[in-house]
C-alpha cells in the first residue's frame, strides 16, 4: 500500500510540481493551495505525512500546523517548506523537518522519504 501525503502550498506551480514527483513516485497525494480544505482533509482522513508550505495566505504554515495538530488525531510527520525566509528564523516547534525552496526532485524525495522512515 502506498504512502499517503498530504501537500498544502499556495503556490500552483510548486504544487502541482511536487504533486507530479510525489505521483511519480508512487505516493498517494492529496495537494491543496487552500489551509480551510487542508484542515478538512485532515480530519476526514489519514495521512503518512504532511508538506506544509510556511507562507500561506490566511493562515501561516505555523498557525495552519497549530490547527491540525490540535484537530486531527494524527501524530504523523509534518515538514514545513522554508522558501525565502533563512532556516535560522523558522519555528521548528510542531514540525518534524523541513526543506529548503527552491528544491531539486531529489533533494526533494530524499527528505520525504526520510520523513516517512
Given at each position: 500500500?502506498?504512502?499517503?501525503?498530504?501537500?498544502?502550498?499556495?503556490?500552483?506551480?510548486?504544487?502541482?510540481?511536487?504533486?507530479?514527483?510525489?505521483?511519480?513516485?508512487?505516493?498517494?497525494?492529496?495537494?491543496?493551495?487552500?489551509?480551510?480544505?487542508?484542515?478538512?482533509?485532515?480530519?476526514?482522513?489519514?495521512?503518512?505525512?504532511?508538506?506544509?508550505?510556511?507562507?500561506?495566505?490566511?493562515?501561516?504554515?505555523?498557525?495552519?500546523?497549530?490547527?491540525?495538530?490540535?484537530?486531527?488525531?494524527?501524530?504523523?510527520?509534518?515538514?514545513?517548506?522554508?522558501?525565502?525566509?533563512?532556516?535560522?528564523?523558522?519555528?521548528?516547534?510542531?514540525?518534524?523537518?523541513?526543506?529548503?525552496?527552491?528544491?531539486?526532485?531529489?533533494s526533494f524525495?530524499?527528505?520525504?522519504?526520510?520523513?516517512?522512515?
Amino acid at each position: 500500500m502506498s504512502k499517503k501525503i498530504l501537500i498544502v502550498d499556495d503556490n500552483k506551480s510548486d504544487l502541482d510540481s511536487m504533486k507530479k514527483i510525489l505521483e511519480k513516485a508512487k505516493y498517494d497525494v492529496v495537494a491543496t493551495a487552500s489551509e480551510k480544505t487542508a484542515l478538512v482533509h485532515v480530519n476526514k482522513q489519514k495521512f503518512d505525512l504532511i508538506l506544509l508550505d510556511i507562507n500561506m495566505p490566511k493562515l501561516s504554515g505555523y498557525e495552519l500546523l497549530k490547527l491540525m495538530k490540535r484537530d486531527s488525531k494524527s501524530d504523523k510527520p509534518v515538514i514545513m517548506f522554508v522558501s525565502i525566509v533563512p532556516y535560522t528564523k523558522v519555528d521548528m516547534s510542531g514540525a518534524d523537518g523541513f526543506i529548503q525552496k527552491p528544491f531539486d526532485e531529489k533533494s526533494f524525495l530524499g527528505g520525504v522519504k526520510k520523513a516517512l522512515n
